[in-house]
């Protein structure tokens, strides 16, 4: 009966959030097309899932005039990037001094990115969107979609059904950059190929806020991080027990 009578709440909460253009505290332009897209922004605006990373990015910034490079991984329909762009504001920070590199593999994703930074022209000169898997240096992998617009699965056997969907090299995109300010992972289970294919992307990295997807997972991304001089994590389970258990990790250094 609670949770009949939770999921009518969200309904009723999502059906109001997807009428129309929306606009964020700071002025910025959004649409939720559907129920997947407010249950993303619902995490990321109301729940705040990244806010703690993202105070501690804009007080390192607010610092130094140095610029600053986030590289967001897993960009989905990219309301990470529009919740880094709404603290960016907030704390006065000139958009000048951000350069946002987002991935996402799903097609009609990244066209939801591109209306996205349409619908706020001054963030497209900072805000670049490239398409393509993460985990591995190079190849293709079949990407399945899950339910909605997130929980993809990607199968790298020449047989697999699923677009093919080209892999890409992480060392080329940030091969200019001085750094990484920011590093934010959420690749449905590529996590581990990540880090173990680019120890490089981990090392340039400040600040991390990655999603790990099982318990074997889990704890080699903490293997990781202890590794490259990430001391005392902060994780906290989104969902699951056991073997499969998601987990959301932040760390900086």
């Known amino acids: 009966m609670f949770r009949h009578f939770l999921h009518k709440i969200r309904q009723k909460r999502w059906e109001r959030a997807t009428c129309g253009l929306k606009a964020t505290k700071m002025g910025l332009k959004y649409h939720l097309r559907n129920y997947d897209d407010w249950l993303i922004f619902h995490e990321i605006f ?12 804009c007080r390192r910034v607010s610092q130094s005039d140095a610029k600053c490079y986030v590289l967001d991984l897993g960009a989905n329909v990219g309301l990470f990037g529009l919740r880094l762009f709404e603290y960016w504001l907030q704390e006065k920070l000139p958009l000048s001094r951000l350069h946002l590199q987002s991935v996402e593999p799903d097609r009609q994703n990244c066209a939801a990115i591109e209306s996205l930074i349409q619908r706020n022209p001054e963030l497209g000169r900072c805000w670049r969107v490239d398409r393509g898997l993460v985990g591995e240096v190079s190849g293709q992998g079949a990407l399945t979609q899950g339910p909605g617009h997130f929980a993809h699965s990607v199968d790298e056997r020449s047989d697999a059904q699923g677009e093919k969907v080209d892999y890409l090299d992480l060392n080329q995109i940030i091969k200019d950059w001085p750094g990484i300010n920011l590093l934010k992972v959420d690749i449905e289970g590529s996590e581990t190929s990540l880090l173990s294919n680019f120890p490089g992307v981990l090392a340039a990295s400040s600040v991390v806020c990655l999603e790990t997807h099982g318990a074997r997972r889990h704890e080699v ?11 005392n994590p902060s994780v906290r389970i989104l969902s699951g027990e056991g073997p499969d258990v998601f987990s959301s990790v932040w760390v900086a250094r």
């Open 46 to 57: 109301e729940l705040g899932e990244y806010d703690e990373p993202l105070r501690e990015l």
């Open 221 to 231: 991304v903490l293997q990781h991080l202890t590794e490259s001089g990430f001391p």
